[in-house]
């Protein structure tokens, strides 16, 4: 690019940008460019308030621009033309917007807004940079890269040309990059910065912390900080770049601003060294801020200690020190920062200026600097005090500040002794503090110092206050509060030698015991040391023991004395002054001290041993004497410790032994070992009891240090035994012993003290388990503990315990003598038994373990468990394979024994064992726990046997589940569980043969205590059992069953646990049960069975009225119903049906109050008997007599309970039954089917509720097809039909009570289940007779429409052959009714007829009722045949099968309607001069309506078929009808293909045939005829285009009709209607026929009276007319003008205004005509004849005129340049003709002459805007020209079209004016009246004179508002002032017409005069003019020259500011006019004036 490119490109301005010219692609942030392009502007807005909306809910701030950026005003700103002001408040506008939006750019409805500033101002070119500052803090978001593409920066020299490389990829802006890019540019580091001040002014007075800012700030420093830390090195450029911003954030108010500047400042701090200036100005101004921001202490604090860490020292001044002195939290601010920072660089800078403001504040200087105001002390001090003398790492610095507080106090020698005191007392606690926390640093000081004579007496001064008279002996009344403090003053070499000199002194004895107790603490030797000497013991032993605790002698030996000292005090008598509680406290506290450890603790301990608390001590009494000079052996010392214990001195000791085992070090440690062994020799002296708890106690102590040993072997896990029958101690002397095996046998497995632990294991044995079977007890309960659930023992044996145990019993089994042998293979030892229950471990290494165990068992000789052990050790892999393989492998084994007829004598041993294990569950001394491990090892052995031998455990255990005995155990609840498991199939007989079995089971039935919550009670169990298998175990003994059954409900009834009941149920589906057991239940055998017949039901009623006191209860017989809902496996159901029906006939019985309950008891007896039913033929067929006789099926009963019951619930059941009970036993059902329907409509139909609904739903699919099925074959024979009408009947007569949105339901299933083929019909009449006969003498129109609808939607839920079968069976049934009710037959009936008469009779109802019958069958045919559902029912149908087929019901119901309205014709005919006449006029003609929709349906060919007989029928209504019926076809439009073309030109002959029928005997009816003509008229239209050729003949007949003169109109007006479509279609070929046909159209047309009289005869020659103009436009040259004539004409014939629609269609019409004549015709053509017309009609036709220069113009319109300018010379002078019409042919009526020269004009007008400049002139100037000449009249013309032409051409004329400018001013004299009293014109001449001044004023005005080129000049300025100022003179015209002529037109034209003229000489001059004429004479002129003045200063505005000063004088004068109006309107002038001028000019008067 060239350099004048690019500075072009520079000067370039965003308005410039092609893009904004083009719409191909728009900028947009939410849409895709092309897309946005397709939006228009108004959804840009909606989408930009939409947002708005959204934000001002978040923010109000916006709210200011809902009325500039957003509103209605800016959707027509266009920018891009505005001035320079407006684009600079737009874009202030703009960046103020985009400033408080960057808060919220993330959000949606910012994003709206954006994007409508995008589309409506153009934001990216002219705000590029505001929108880029209100998404740079985003800049790591998709939203971001978005905005960044919206940019034009692809120019290098674009200062944002670095963010191109984003736009392609669209990828967000890295961090890295931005940071890069702000070091490198400082510009774009100082955009950044300027963004937030811009941001802080767009919210100030609108928030006022600005926390939304807070993203902005956080971009701030984030960026900042980042770019100054990645610079190599911070320039002065930077920094003098960042001081302004960093000096306007330390000042800000805004928090989070303040904190961003810290962290700028700190990061320059780090970054660079600065100089000592700026380090004290930044120093100083971050303190300042610290006031201003007391919520950023700390932040600011840290600030400047980070600022002085990174600077030169002694670079900030004493500035920062004086701000920070106002600061209140300093010193507790730099307390908390120093918990985790060093903060000395800043102590460093204050304590120099603390120090020198504590001394000279004190001396009265520098007041202001203080750094708090306080009334005891000093800040300066005290916060010295506070924070600086605190830590203890600042030794130093202190260092240097002691030295400087001492300089300064020596330098006080001018003060005064008061004041010298107040000194004193303020630095008193100073000094305090520093000499208890830096008393070495004092000490040097002090040391070093060396100072003068004047000095000495301050220094001594000084030295007072540390030392308080410890050398001066200065004691006063303050000594003791700084004694304290002394103690912590100085190092051991001071503090001793004081501590002496202090203690001679007479000091208070409180004080002293406080510090010398102090002391004691102390870590330096010589201070303790001097403390002894004056401890008081009494009050010192605490310290003392501390003391001894503390010091660790084998460490220091030198604290030996001291250690014996405090032990001497520890013996002074005076210690326990009587208190023996302390010495004992004492004494054992000393009691660890005599365990030796080294030499220096031999000494020290025999030092204790020879104390006076030792000898006295129970434990010690003269324990040490004559041991003082040898060491004392632990031993010995233990031994003579135990013998003096006690059971209080054991229980101290253990607290003691307690104490030293949380104790560390060796001292304690050796103690632990002492005192421990001590302990346990003493427990030889207690009691049993005492002695196993303090055992406890004493293994709980030894249990943590002995795990402790055991470094290296596995983890211990605790186990524990809880024996169920033993009592406490032995449970705890058990407990204690497994927890020692436990421990021992985890120690003694391996490691470095395995050996230890294996003889503690010896000498366990030996001593608790001495004898072997003892051993193997105690081993048996380790092996089956661990599935004890119980804690009676408090021990847990978990797995690796227990195979230890196994693996030690196996162990001593093969070391077991056999004598001792025997006795563990005994039939009663437990260890088989546990050994056995191992085996069901679920862990493999328990198994193996019991395994070996059973293994070396088995090896050790025979036993009584031998069968068993060999055969499980030949299966061992299996059973450590698998846990559950134990109890399959004892199952194979028993029933190996049990399946074998002979038992070998190996099989009876085998019997043997498993008997004994069975013993061994039996015996009473088993755990429960191993019991049920037993069992559930021998879970699969069942049999009689089996369950015999536990028997007895049961009875145990359910003796202990009673409600009077404890509660089971967890182990004895799972027990019960395992032994009720046993009652099982195999185990049945023994339930049949044991009545103790089956009692015992039974107990447990009705046991329902559960002990835990977790196990099942008794009764759940029992009832688990109840098994189909077992039940049926049972069936040879039914006695059994039916006890079990009887107490099966019994725990029903009497329990109240849903989980039994859910139980039973379950058991109860489970069984296979004999219904005969659950009837003898429900009805006792000998109750009597419920009677047969209805009168022995009666009869026994009676007699079972006495018998119901001992029937079962109602509560039972309920909940044994409920059981059998759901029974499915029910044997023999029938023999329930007695029982059953016993109980339905109870419950009709019950006395009133029972009437609730027994409703639910009802509803499940005839569930049940519909469940039997179901059973019985479960597919509806008839059953055996001998399964179920009909007899004992009460159906009587089911119809009685229907009556009796109101509850739907119920009837619904009784229908169900009947329903099953039809298909089983129709006849007996069919006597009682209608009292149920009959009950239904009455009852059940009238509720609203989908329950009842579905009752009636139930009912007729159940009842009704079974009747059906039982009845018929499927075909409607007459007695199905008697049966369904009936039934019928009551549904439709109960239909007006049913719910509305129940009824199409109903009805729907009904005739669906009858089939609606066959029954539709009679449902649809039995709906019209009910319909006719009730509302037959109501106003029933809304109910009609409504029922009407309500039938269709009916008929409607059926296929479409099924309603047309119905229709044509409704025809069928009509036919068959006599014409009259009176004409009904008086014979006897058929069977058939007899049923039609159920539907209607005509004998029950009158003539008007059948009257009524039949039309609303007819009307409703028709209406259905013409619905919408119908009609898309058929549709649907014809797109599932592509063509039909089966057309048989269409034709069988065209053969029906046709007979139908034959006979209604018949009727019509017969009674003609009957009353019923109109009745049966109306109904034919519903009947062709029927027969209309009925065609519709038809197929074309058939169609055609029919219509063309009907065509020939010899009825003329018949006949018509059918050319209705094909009209209505063909208007359709359907498609037609070649052979249904071919047949429909067949009609033509026929159609020409009923035309040409126009006299004689056979003469058609003219309306027939029209409507033949319609007919051919639509055959056209529709296939005229394909067969041209057929449609020749109907061209010449319609011609024909037309031509001929005596025919009649409507049907000529027909043939007219018939030749225009016709001749569009035939085009060409009706060229032969226009001869003929245009004059007599014409002719038709020149009629006046037919027109007047016959509008739709007009219309249709005006239809003719138009449409052979625009079919043949070439070819009506001939009739041309006669054709423009008669447009003319009519179109004046239409102007008057006419209400009809015919006249509306015929302006239409006439326009299309116009328009075809304007459009169509060549110019040659058409501009002669309009030439020629014009001649005619100007003459006597005047009003025509309009209409033929509209068509003139039109074509004008339409013209192309050539052809126009052929025709230009033609054109003109047929206007200057016609333009001379005012001239020549006005007449004195100015109006109509107005009028038709403004068509003239506006013909002119329309060629002048075609016409170019250089064809316009010569044409303006010819007609300037023939103004001047000839008639005066012609200047009013010629100003007129001036007018016009210079509205059309606005700026464009002003090009022709200047020749106007002299004829202008000329006129304006010449027609002023005060100027000449000549008129212009002769007749009428003051109006002429005042149009043609109108025409000229609007003339200049549109020729001044359309100057843009200077037109007026000063000449012509000059030329055209005075006369158009001296206008206001001119009242021609009159008064009126004066106040017009100024107000519209002379007003206006001189105010865009002045606009015009731009000069201010000028203005001058005009405005002095009008300035005169308000001192004329006449008052109107000086009211019209103030209106005159107040619009000249409306249009210069500011401009008329230099004309105030002449024009006041002026104003002044009209003030005091003489006319009212006139001083008003000074007013009204001064008032304006005002407004525009925006000054008060009031006082200028």
Known sequence: MTSLAQQLKRLALPQSDPNLLTRREVASLLFDPKDAASMDRSTFYALGCTGLEELLGIEPAFLEFQDTLFSRASLTLERSVQSKEVNEKLDAGVSLFLARLCPYFLLKPAHKCIEWLLHRFHIQLYNSESLLACALPYHDTNVFVRVVQLLRIKDATNRWNWLQGLQKPGVPLSRGTLITHCHSDLSFMDFICSLVTKSIQAYAGHSGSCSQLRVIFSFYASTIVAALDAVDAVSDTIIAKLLPYVNKGLKSALTDYKAATYMIVCQLAVKVVMEASLVDTLAAHVAKSLLRAPVLAREGVGCLTVLLQNQKEGAAGPRAFERLGSMPALASTLQAMAVAHDVTPLLRYLLPHLIHAAFTCSSGENGNHRLVHTTDSDMEIVFIQQYVLKRSFYYLLFFTCLALLLDEYLSQTQLSADDMSASDRRLLPLVRLLEARYCAALDAVLAAHVSSSEQKHLFHRFLSLSTSSGKYQVFDGVIFRFLGAFFNLFSPKISAPSLRFLLQQSLDESFLKDAVLERLRDDVLEVVAVLLDVLDPEDAVSSLLSLLHRVDLSADEQWLPVLKEAVRLLSDPRLGKGDVDLLQRTGWSLLPFLAITSVSQLRLAACIAKSSVIAQHPLTQNWAQGKQAEPVPCREFSQSASTKSSVVALEQLCVSVEQQQRGEGLTARVSFLVLTRSLLLGLGQLSETQHLLTAQRVYTLLETPLLDAIRDATATADAWWNPEKLDTNTCCYLGLTCRLFSLIMSGAAEGPVAASFRDLMKLLIQVHLPEPAMLFRFLCLLWGYGSNHGDQLDVKVGAVLQTQALYMGGALLNATPPALMQELLAAHSPVFPSLLCCLTSPLREVRRAGLAALQSLSAAGASPFQPITERLLKTSEEILADPSYLSQALGGLHDDVVSARVKSQQQKKLEASLHLLLQSVQTPCCPSYSAGGLLRALSLVNGPSVLSRLLPVLDRLLEQSGPDAPSLLRAEAQLVQLILGKFSEASAPLLAEDHNCLDLFVRALRSSAQPHADIPSCQITALEQMTKPLFSALGDTAAVQQKLLAVMFDVLVESRSPLVANTVSSAFKGIAVDAQLVANELAPPEKPKVSVTVQQSRRSRMTQRFTHGGAVPWRRVTLILELLQHKKKLQRAQTLVPALFSLLARSLEVCPGDHTNMEYTKQLLLSCLLNVLHKLSPD???????????????????????????????????????????????????HNIMPIFTFMGANIMRLDDAYSFRVIDRTVQMVIPALIQQLSDGSASSPLVAVVTRIMHVFADALPHVPEHRRLPILRQLVTTLGPAHFLWVLMLLLFKLHATQSAAQSADEALEKDVDFWISLCCEFSVNDQLTSIINILNFLLQLPDDSDDAPKRKKSPEEEVLDLIFSPEAHSSKELRHFKFLSVCFMAQLLGSSSFIGKVRQTARQTARRTDRQPDAQLLEEILRYVHSVARCVENSADKPTAKFWRVLLNKTYDVLDKVNSLLPTDTFITVMRGLMGNDLPSVRRKAMELLNNKLTQRTPWDDSQVSVLLQLTDDLLSIVGKRGGADAEPAINRQTALYSLKLLCRGVGSQRRDAFGPVLLRAVDIVAAGDEDRNVTGSALLCVAELVGTLKALAIPQLPRLMPAVLQALTDRKELLTNEIYLLSAVTALQRVTETLPHFISPYLDDVTQQVCRLTRFVASPSPSSAASQLAVRLASLRSTLATALPP???????????????????????????????????????????????????????????????????????????????????????????????LFFKLLDWSKSGSTERLLTFYRLSDFIAERLKGLFVLFAGNLVKPFADLLRQTNGSQTDALLFESCGEEKVSLLLSFVLDCLQKIFLFDTQRFLSRERADALLTPLVDQLENSVGGQQAYEQRVTQHLVPCVGQFSVALADDALWKTLNYQILLKTRHADSKVRFSALVMLMELASKLKENYMVLLPETIPFLAELMEDECEEVEQQVQKVVQEMENILGEPLQSYF
Request: charged share 20%; glycine share 4%; net charge negative.
């Open 1180 to 1230: 509806g067929s008839a059953v055996a007599t001998d399964v179920l006789d009909e007899e004992k099926f009460s159906v009587e009963l089911v119809v009685q309970v229907i009556r009796a019951s109101d509850m739907p619930q119920t009837h619904h059941h009784a229908l169900l039954l009947l329903g099953a009970a039809a298909a089983i036993f129709p006849e007996k059902v069919l």
């Open 1724 to 1818: 040659r053509v058409l501009l002669p004849t309009v030439a020629r017309c014009y001649s005619s009609m100007v003459l006597d036709r005047k009003e025509q005129l309009a209409a033929l220069l509209g068509v003139l113009k039109q074509h004008i319109g339409q013209m192309e340049k050539e052809p126009l300018s052929f025709h230009q010379s033609e054109l003109t002078s047929f206007f200057l003709s016609a333009l001379d019409f005012r001239a020549q042919h006005c007449q004195g009526d100015l109006k109509k002459t107005a009028e038709i020269e403004g068509c003239v004009i506006d013909c002119l007008i329309a060629m002048v805007m075609k016409l170019s400049e250089v064809t316009f002139r010569p």
